[in-house]
């Protein structure tokens, strides 16, 4: 794991723990969490399964640019081996819970994705 992919608040296991990165956290024992169904519905994802085997997962309304509309909606397809961002011209793909926290930190100029329980 690249360690310059790390920012304060991404979710990264720590000890089989789940843990987000704080300024106090001096570990070097961080693991990347493998992207997963259960992942995305914690993070606010809607989940929709297509009858060609593909799985989409989106936040509606994420992204606010004038420039680029067709970004409105955040959506990741899974094709059963891996994730992706997807936009109408490209493909990135997506393994890890911080990747996807990182593309969505980028895309939506700041915001961040947390899990529901963290929105109290």
């Known amino acids: 794991m690249d360690s310059k992919q790390l920012m304060i608040g991404k979710y990264l296991l720590l000890d089989v723990a789940v ?4 300024p106090a956290n ?5 693991e990347p969490i493998e992207l997963s169904r259960d992942w995305f519905e914690k993070l ?6 297509c009858e060609t085997g593909l799985v ?8 606010q640019s004038e420039s680029y509309p067709e970004f409105q909606d955040f ?10 961002f997807l936009s109408e011209s490209f493909q990135i ?7 996807l926290q990182n593309m969505y930190f980028v895309l939506t100029r700041g915001k961040q ?5 963290d929105e109290g």
């Open 75 to 84: 959506t990741i397809m899974f094709d059963g081996q891996r994730h992706y």
């Open 26 to 30: 001096e570990s070097n024992n961080w």
């Open 44 to 49: 606010g994802f809607e989940v929709e399964e």
């Open 93 to 99: 793909p997506l393994d890890y819970v911080h990747e």
């Open 113 to 117: 994705l947390k899990i529901k329980e």
């Open 19 to 22: 843990k987000r990165i704080e």
């Open 56 to 63: 989409y997962y989106s936040i509606s309304d994420a992204i």
